[in-house]
Structure formats: C-alpha cells, structure tokens
C-alpha cells in the first residue's frame, strides 16, 4: 500500500494540519502493516510555479525539458509521478486568506496534466485518478461547512475536494479541525476533535 502524505502549513511544527495529518498517517500505518509512505512537505520544499514554458513541459519526457527549464520542468514530474505511484493521499491543507496555501496550489497546478490524470473524450472530460483514495486533512479558523455565515467563502476544502473529483478520484474522506481561531474554547475543540476522527478513521 502505497500513501503519499503531503503537508502545506507554514506554521512548522505549530500546525493544526500537519499534527492531523500525521495522526492520518498513524492511523493508516496501524490499518495496513506494509505501509510505504511518500513525504512531500510543498512549504519546505517549494515547487516553481508555472509559466507558459514550463507548462508545455507537463506531461511530456523530462529529457525533452528546454535545458534553462529542465530541473524545473523535472520537479513538476516528480510530484505527478509521487501521485500517480499512490494508492492513498493524505493532503494537509489549512485555510488561507479563504483558499488553500500558494504553495499547495503549486503542487495542485503539477498534477492536471491531460492525457495522464484526465481526458478529453466524446463524452467530456474524465478523470484518470479513479481508483486511489483521498483524505484532505483541513485546519479553518473559523467555520464554513453549510448553514454557517460564511460558507460561501469556503473555497479551501471544497477546492481540493473537487479538484481530485475532476481528476476521478471521488473516494474521498475529510478530516477537519475548524474553529481553531475562534476563541481559546473552540482552539481547544477543533483540534482534539479531528485527532479523535482521524484515530478512528476507516479505510
Ligand atoms: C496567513 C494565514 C491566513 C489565514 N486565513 C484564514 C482565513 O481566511 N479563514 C480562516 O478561517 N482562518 C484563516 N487562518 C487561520 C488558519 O486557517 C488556522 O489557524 C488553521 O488552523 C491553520 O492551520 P495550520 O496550523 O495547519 O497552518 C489563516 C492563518 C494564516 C496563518
């Protein structure tokens, strides 16, 4: 069993989302003995954003790389490959400013590679992704799931969520310690709530 466990807090050893995501790791190391985990860590090792040059490189040979793009354009393939070799992927991502970090959006921008991750067909667009199996681990200082005031500004989660989906992976757990900003009371709760989910998690 292949586990690719990426983190994207930039809040270190502080952070809400890579204390979870780890629990999610331990968890699925107790569930599947022969657990092989890949470790991205997208804040300490920051992936080049794309440019219209590095963008033609996705998905093709990295030997093919334009010389001046070539460790860049070979980065980019590593993380598809870290994607498409998993058979679980544990994605750490807290809310920033509504959305998920610059940083895991780089990784996210590596891995919507047509003809490898989804498809154009007669019938639309079909994703490629389908039988791996997806936990987003999401810290939030606030609350946003429905019903609240401001779920309409919960474009962190939900983004991640449907970026996998449009890719085909709909297999897809959450994880969440919301509210960690709230007060000192919801700052003790959010946390040890998604430690008690992620202990319990069925996979
Ligand atoms: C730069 C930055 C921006 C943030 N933006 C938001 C936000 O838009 N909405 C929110 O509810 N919380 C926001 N927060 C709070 C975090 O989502 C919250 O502290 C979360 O638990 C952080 O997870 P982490 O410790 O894994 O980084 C922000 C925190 C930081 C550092």
Redesign the pocket.
């Known amino acids: 069993m292949n586990v690719l466990h990426v983190d994207?807090?930039?809040?270190g050893e502080?952070?809400?989302?890579?204390?979870?995501s780890a629990a999610v790791v331990s968890r699925l190391r107790e569930v599947y003995p022969n657990l092989w985990v890949t470790y991205r860590d997208v804040v300490a090792n920051p992936l080049p954003h794309l440019t219209a040059s590095l963008a033609g490189t996705l998905g093709k040979p990295v030997d093919q790389a334009p010389a001046a793009i070539a460790p860049e354009a070979a980065a980019l393939r590593r993380v598809l490959d870290e994607v498409l070799a998993a058979d679980i992927i544990v994605v750490?991502?807290?809310?920033?400013?509504?959305?998920i970090?610059s940083q895991l959006k780089a990784w996210l921008d590596a891995l919507a590679v047509a003809g490898v991750t989804f498809r154009y067909s007669s019938a639309g667009v079909e994703g490629l992704l389908g039988a791996k199996r997806l936990v987003i681990v999401s810290?939030?200082?606030?609350?946003?799931h429905a019903g609240t005031p401001?779920a309409g500004?919960e474009h962190q989660e939900s983004y991640v969520r449907g970026f996998f989906a449009f890719l085909g992976l709909t297999n897809t757990q959450v994880v969440r310690?919301?509210g960690?900003?709230v007060s000192a009371a919801a700052d003790a709760h959010?946390l040890p709530v998604a430690l008690r989910r992620a202990a319990e998690l069925q996979i």
């Open positions: 994207s807090s930039i809040l502080r952070s809400v989302s890579r204390t979870v750490g991502t807290p809310m920033y400013n509504f959305g970090p810290s939030q200082g606030g609350f946003y401001a500004l310690a919301d960690t900003k959010g």
